[in-house]
């Protein structure tokens, strides 16, 4: 599985990171998003979904950044889409359990990859 690492899947999980993160900011901060199918789901389990495909992207978009940086700055990202969720204009609920499963999403799959990537060498 050497090819995860790779210039063209490297580029590839670089535009498909940055899509996932777009898409998913515009899903957070619409007053009245779009529904999904994983909506059924519950909103947790968006968020799980959405930092998780973010956080497995960037490993292979990133290989170069230490695992604790795309951590950290993931978990950023979630709370920062919880505090533009405070603003009453936007009619959104700003939930610190939202930024806990999207953190924990982010930890989950940043070791999965490092395991799955280390394995690989």
Excluded: Y
Excluded at 66 to 84: C, K, M, Q, T
């Amino acid at each position: 599985m050497q090819f995860l690492k790779s210039a063209p899947v490297q580029r590839a999980a670089f535009w498909l990171f940055w899509a996932i993160v777009i898409f998913s900011v515009v899903m957070a901060l619409l007053p009245k998003p779009p529904e999904m199918p994983s909506d059924r789901l519950g909103d947790k389990m968006n968020h799980i979904l959405a930092f998780a495909a973010m956080a497995g992207t960037a490993a292979l978009a990133f290989p170069q950044v230490p695992r604790w940086r795309v951590i950290e700055r993931l978990s950023f990202l979630g709370a920062l889409i919880e505090v533009a969720q405070s603003i009453p204009a936007l009619q959104r609920d700003c939930d610190f359990r939202d930024w806990v499963a999207d953190t924990v999403a982010v930890i989950v799959v940043t070791g999965i990859a490092a395991l799955v990537l280390r394995r690989n060498q």
